[in-house]
């Protein structure tokens, strides 16, 4: 398996415009979550998702923040409209779920709002 | 909800002693707490995870310990090796892990040759 996939590697974008960041969990596995990485503030769970339903999104800082699972292999993370504050590196990660607590993280999507 | 306080947040040792990484948590629900190692520029990678029911788990050079009464556990890695060197985050969950990890601020653990 390639593990997860994560697409843009880098984003570079200006305020205000809105941002797609894509996730291809590991196949098979029932979990999918999206973290945000900052110096200040480390790894943010934003929201997560069981069989592709949302169970938990407490962490996502804003209404400008929308995450979506339509199926078992796709996810979305969507900032409209971005700001600087944005600026961070997101992770998806994904887990097969009960039997064990592992996350198996992406490469991560570095994004830049000038 | 959880909370994961991490120390220090940089440690240098010089190659070859050992090094401690300390955690501690909030929820006295949590039983699950894994540590990751990212690398600079990559992915946060599992190198050793430990339950509610254990108190110390060893794997080759590294071991972690858990005092569920103190609400704390640590990572001790020996021998430290240059390919050591990288941030350490702890964290901890309340659901085995299945509905996130609540992680620490990490620590940059640095090898001194």
């Known amino acids: 398996d390639a593990g997860v996939i994560q697409s843009p590697r880098h984003e570079v974008t200006e305020m205000g415009q809105e941002v797609t960041l894509r996730c291809k969990p590991i196949?098979?596995?029932?979990?999918l979550f999206w973290y945000r990485q900052t110096m200040m503030r480390g790894l943010e769970l934003l929201i997560y998702?069981?069989?592709?339903?949302?169970?938990?999104d407490s962490g996502m800082p804003e209404d400008r923040f929308s995450a979506k699972m339509p199926n078992a292999s796709f996810s979305t993370l969507k900032i409209q409209p971005s700001e600087p504050r944005d600026s961070a590196v997101y992770f998806c990660?994904?887990?097969?779920?009960?039997?064990?607590?592992?996350?198996?993280f992406g490469e991560g999507s570095r994004l830049t709002v000038l | 909800g959880e909370n994961v306080e991490q120390h220090p947040s940089t440690l240098s040792v010089q190659e070859g002693d050992s090094a401690v990484i300390k955690c501690t948590y909030s929820?006295?629900?949590?039983?699950?707490f894994p540590w990751y190692k990212q690398e600079l520029g990559k992915r946060p990678q599992l190198i050793i995870d430990?339950?509610?029911?254990?108190g110390e788990k060893k794997d080759q050079r590294i071991a972690v310990t858990l005092n569920k009464t103190a609400k704390h556990f640590s990572l001790h890695i020996t021998e430290t090796q240059p390919e050591d060197s990288a941030v350490y985050f702890c964290?901890?969950?309340?659901?085995?892990?299945?509905?996130?990890?609540?992680f620490g601020k990490g620590t940059h653990l640095i090898i001194q040759p």
């Open positions: 998702f069981n069989n592709n339903v949302p169970i938990d």
């Open positions: 964290a901890a969950s309340s659901g085995g892990g299945a509905d996130g990890l609540t």
């Open positions: 929820d006295s629900a949590s039983n699950y």
């Open positions: 430990i339950r509610s029911n254990v």
């Open positions: 990660a994904s887990s097969p779920g009960r039997q064990t607590g592992e996350l198996f």
């Open positions: 196949s098979g596995h029932n979990s």
